[in-house]
């Protein structure tokens, strides 16, 4: 089974300056998440989405930040303008259903640099 | 507000030898506990997930247990090897549906 896909892996801004990430979740995963890394912290969820509906924004910068993801399947994260605390792995990640005990698979994510 | 620690944050050990990461979580009432391995430059690759009903799960050389009482996981490697070697992080879902994370405890297992 093909894994989660994320591109590009590496992306190199300045600030102010605008960025999109894109993620393709396993094929039947329902649950598609965001997550932001900053390095040394662990995982911090920005967005769930439940088929192409959202779950779960609480913790997504409004301001800056936005996602969608249309008919169900593949998402984008936007960030606009970029600053540079957001210099972080953007990590994508899918589950078969948003079940208590459904596992995360994880795609390698996009290292975002902010300069 | 559902917080995770882990001690210790970096681990060497020499090959072959048996070790323990540890977990804790403030918040009891989790649904379930994962524990994730991550290798630089890559994503988060699951290699337990514990439910509240359970107290501990095996894979391989790993088992993991639960003690939702006392807000406290380990991870179990038995026989240590270099390609052991990666950060382990816990995370627990809890009734937000949430996974929280610890900020993981850094393995180098030496030849």
């Known amino acids: 089974e093909a894994g989660v896909a994320q591109s590009p892996r590496y992306k190199i801004i300045e600030k102010r300056q605008s960025v999109a990430f894109w993620c393709n979740p396993i094929?039947?995963?329902?649950?598609l998440y965001w997550y932001q890394q900053i390095l040394g912290q662990g995982p911090k969820l920005l967005i769930q989405?439940?088929?192409?509906?959202?779950?779960?924004d609480s913790q997504l910068p409004k301001d800056r930040f936005s996602a969608e993801r249309l008919k169900g399947v593949d998402s984008t994260l936007k960030i606009q303008p970029a600053k540079l605390e957001d210099s972080a792995v953007y990590l994508c990640?899918?589950?078969f259903g948003q079940g208590y005990n459904s596992p995360l698979h994880f795609g390698n994510g996009t290292r975002l640099t902010v300069t | 507000k559902q917080e995770v620690t882990q001690i210790p944050a970096a681990l060497s050990v020499p090959e072959g030898e048996n070790l323990v990461l540890n977990c804790s979580f403030t918040?009891?009432?989790?649904?379930?506990l994962q524990w994730f391995r991550q290798d630089p430059g890559k994503g988060l690759t699951s290699l337990l997930l514990?439910?509240?009903?359970?107290r501990e799960q095996t894979s391989g050389r790993l088992n993991a247990s639960l003690d939702k009482s006392s807000g406290r996981s380990t991870l179990y490697i038995a026989a240590s090897q270099p390609g052991d070697s990666a950060t382990y992080l816990c995370?627990?879902?809890?009734?937000?549906?949430?996974?929280?994370f610890g900020k993981g405890t850094k393995l180098t297992v030496n030849p």
């Open positions: 918040d009891s009432a989790i649904y379930n």
């Open positions: 990640a899918s589950s």
């Open positions: 989405f439940q088929n192409n509906g959202v779950v779960d």
């Open positions: 514990i439910q509240s009903s359970q």
């Open positions: 094929s039947g995963h329902a649950t």
């Open positions: 995370a627990v879902k809890g009734g937000s549906e949430k996974l929280v």
